[in-house]
């Protein structure tokens, strides 16, 4: 059994001309919810398993925050660069496929690659990801290598 935790960042900075997408960081507010909604996840999930963060810094802060409540060391969080520029199904077959003993995996990323993914995976069960959404879906597989596109198996989703 492999499981799947989608985490969209949390509330951001606005876009402004001075500080580029790339950098933008969590609002104050933003913060706040992803430290209750990691609360909130972790009254489901004993683990958030591996941690694979988008590099885009609105995300790692998610992230960080995410395994500051679970108590991982922040070393811990894997950050690829497909999550922010090309997050795709290809893309994330060829992150998990280099997930070795967890059998689960946290990925923190952005919209609408997120939504897109989760409702391909989840055979059109899952819902508008918002900030800091959840979608966890479950996969009767014993390999990530295994992950299709006809799982129909979410198991939940939680929204702030």
């Known amino acids: 059994m492999k ?3 989608f985490v969209r960042h949390s509330k951001a ?7 580029p997408d790339f950098e933008r960081s969590l609002t104050t ?3 706040y919810i992803a430290n209750d ?8 999930e004993s683990s958030i ?5 988008s590099p885009a810094f609105r995300a790692v802060e998610t992230a960080l925050i995410f395994s500051g409540v679970y108590r991982k060391p922040s070393s811990s969080i894997v950050l690829d660069d497909n999550i922010y520029y090309r997050f795709n199904f290809q893309a994330l077959c ?8 967890e059998d689960t995996a946290t990925i923190f990323g952005h919209n609408p690659s997120f939504t ?3 409702y391909i995976l989840s055979s059109g069960e899952c819902n508008f990801i918002p900030k800091c959404g959840i979608v966890t879906i ?7 290598s295994e992950i299709n596109q006809n799982a129909k198996n979410i198991v939940y989703q939680l929204t702030p």
Do not use: C, H, Y
């Not at 900075?13 to 500080?19: G, L, N, Q, S, Y």
């Not at 398993?49 to 963060?53: D, H, T």
């Open 3 to 5: 499981k799947l935790i």
């Open 49 to 53: 398993g591996a941690v694979i963060s």
């Open 116 to 118: 897109e993914l989760a």
């Open 37 to 44: 909604m990691a609360l909130r996840l972790k009254e489901k």
């Open 94 to 101: 060829e992150i998990l496929s280099k997930i070795k003993e």
């Open 138 to 144: 479950r996969f009767s597989v014993n390999s990530w």
């Open 13 to 19: 900075e606005d876009p402004t001309f001075d500080i």
């Open 29 to 31: 507010k933003g913060k």
